[in-house]
């Protein structure tokens, strides 16, 4: 914070600043989430693991958009299939009409 404070010519921390790197580390988090390895042992279980990290970042996404942004077709369509099936299963995703969207427990 003093840093920011610092480089806005600032001589006291104020609420402006504190907001600004709140957003500034939501957005680092947000992106390590996003890019974090994923530890799986099988194919099905990195895709739904994928599938649960897309529509956590994008939202609510057609069957083609969360094939594309998921890259299910460098582990193939079965095993893309299986996983969406499976966190269907398990509740963890839902389909409304032709979208599917992250189940949020509450």
Request: charged content about 35%; cysteine-free.
């Amino acid at each position: 914070m003093p840093l920011i404070a610092l480089t806005t010519d600032k001589d006291v921390i104020d609420a402006e600043t504190v907001k600004s790197v709140t957003s500034i580390l939501d957005y680092e988090l947000n992106i390590r989430m996003v890019t974090d390895p994923i530890d799986a042992d099988s194919t099905v279980s990195k895709l739904e693991e994928k599938i649960r990290r897309v529509l956590g970042a994008r939202g609510p996404l057609t069957a083609r958009d969360l094939r594309r942004y998921t890259h299910a077709d460098r582990d193939g369509l079965w095993a893309f299939d299986s996983a969406r099936k499976n966190l269907i299963a398990a509740n963890d995703v839902a389909k409304d009409g032709d979208e599917f969207r992250l189940v949020v427990p509450t």
